[in-house]
């Protein structure tokens, strides 16, 4: 294997919620890589289809939500995702915890309110690797030091509800690294911390990164996150892929998609403290109205009567840029374009922001 191909591609991921008797689209036709020791962020505000994403590829998707269209490769080996069948199902399962493992966003409801956290992890050394309890029992203290839990010789037989937010967030990160896994999917994992213990969790996410060399894909709404931790990006609105990028500095300093931009336009900025935050008109739509065209189009300042009418076409450039648009921004408008040149008090442009 080469080191040019990806650890992980997803293609043509297109999946159907099935509610009070109706059937509707969540995800259509998502397409992405992500390299060995590359983290991708998946960006999207609530019901873009993010964490959805995360539990199709693991196989973990609620009854009512069903696969239609979706291939996947990992780390060489090929993946039918909309096959049904228990050989299938049991390929993917294989991949939990050793070659794919999952950070939830609230380890609260994760971990075993019960059981202690060092036996949440034990269990799960045990059953994957076959050690004996004694040995797989100094393996979790290791792991636990590994995360920066302080004393972990003790926090090794606390419960769940002694433990901090962040503490408990360190835990489920040592569980999820237990089995060296190649890719970690992050699911928001710091949106319920504070922003000390966030920061704390991001750098360890960078030096697990580099220590395992392992893939990350970590779904947010926080771009100051994704500019901090990851090298591209790709992002969602309404279960469609707006844009992406292998390069995240490009996204960031001259997007494409008029969503796109118009979230960076709405991300708070210390160094312009007079500047009044733009906030995007309206809201996303709901499963069950979904534009017939682009899905952006009802709130997007940019939008022309095609957008409307027509559906999105795919359009990539050989650096590694995808823009799903029928008018990207500064090229058909060029009003963010003009704009960047003005920098007047009211320009619309985008600066980098001081957490870049």
């Known amino acids: 294997m080469t080191s040019r191909e990806p650890l992980l591609?997803?293609?043509?991921?297109?999946?159907?919620?099935?509610?009070?008797?109706?059937?509707?689209?969540a995800l259509e036709h998502l397409s992405f890589d992500v390299g060995y020791g590359e983290a991708r962020g998946l960006v999207g505000e609530s019901g873009s289809g993010k964490s959805l994403t995360l539990r199709a590829i693991l196989g973990l998707l609620p009854?009512?939500?069903?696969?239609?269209?979706?291939?996947?490769?990992?780390?060489?080996?090929?993946?039918?995702?909309?096959?049904?069948?228990?050989?299938?199902?049991?390929?993917?399962?294989?991949?939990?915890?050793?070659?794919?493992?999952?950070i939830f966003q609230e380890p609260s409801v994760a971990l075993n309110p019960v059981i202690p956290v060092g036996e949440q992890?034990?269990?799960?050394?045990?059953?994957?690797?076959?050690?004996?309890?004694?040995?797989?029992?100094d393996y979790a203290i290791h792991l636990m030091e590994l995360v920066g839990i302080h004393d972990a010789e003790q926090k090794?037989?606390?419960?769940?509800?002694?433990?901090?937010?962040?503490?408990?967030?360190r835990v489920m990160i040592a569980a999820a690294v237990a089995g060296k896994p190649k890719l970690i999917l992050c699911d928001e994992p710091?949106?319920?911390?504070?922003?000390?213990?966030?920061?704390?969790?991001l750098s360890l996410f960078t030096h697990l990164r580099d220590e395992l060399d392992a893939g990350l894909l970590y779904v947010t709404h926080d771009l100051a996150v994704v500019a901090q931790l990851c090298d591209s990006v790709t992002v969602l609105y309404?279960?469609?892929?707006?844009?992406?990028?292998?390069?995240?500095?490009?996204?960031?300093?001259?997007?494409?998609h008029p969503y796109t931009e118009a979230r960076l336009r709405s991300?708070?900025?210390?160094?312009?403290?007079?500047?009044?935050?733009?906030?995007?008109?309206?809201?996303?739509?709901?499963?069950?109205?979904?534009?017939?065209?682009?899905?952006?189009a009802p709130r997007c300042e940019h939008r022309q009567d095609d957008c409307e009418i027509t559906r999105v076409p795919d359009t990539s450039s050989i650096d590694g840029r995808e823009v799903h648009c029928l008018h990207p921004v500064g090229s058909a408008t060029g009003q963010i374009e003009l704009a960047e040149e003005?920098?007047?008090?009211?320009?619309?442009?985008?600066?980098a922001p001081t957490w870049w």
């Open 156 to 169: 090794v037989d606390a419960y769940p509800f002694e433990l901090s937010g962040g503490l408990k967030q």
């Open 9 to 25: 591609s997803v293609e043509d991921l297109t999946l159907k919620v099935r509610v009070g008797g109706a059937e509707w689209a």
């Open 238 to 256: 309404s279960g469609n892929v707006m844009e992406g990028s292998t390069d995240l500095r490009a996204v960031f300093e001259r997007p494409q």
């Open 190 to 201: 710091t949106t319920a911390l504070d922003v000390t213990v966030q920061q704390q969790i």
């Open 121 to 137: 992890i034990v269990d799960a050394v045990m059953r994957r690797d076959g050690m004996r309890r004694a040995a797989a029992r």
């Open 342 to 351: 003005a920098r007047g008090p009211s320009s619309r442009c985008f600066s």
């Open 63 to 102: 009854p009512n939500a069903v696969i239609t269209s979706g291939r996947m490769q990992f780390d060489g080996d090929e993946f039918d995702l909309a096959r049904q069948g228990k050989q299938e199902r049991r390929r993917l399962e294989r991949l939990r915890g050793a070659g794919i493992s999952m």
């Open 267 to 296: 991300t708070p900025d210390i160094d312009r403290i007079g500047r009044r935050l733009y906030s995007i008109p309206g809201s996303a739509p709901s499963l069950a109205d979904r534009p017939v065209g682009c899905p952006f």
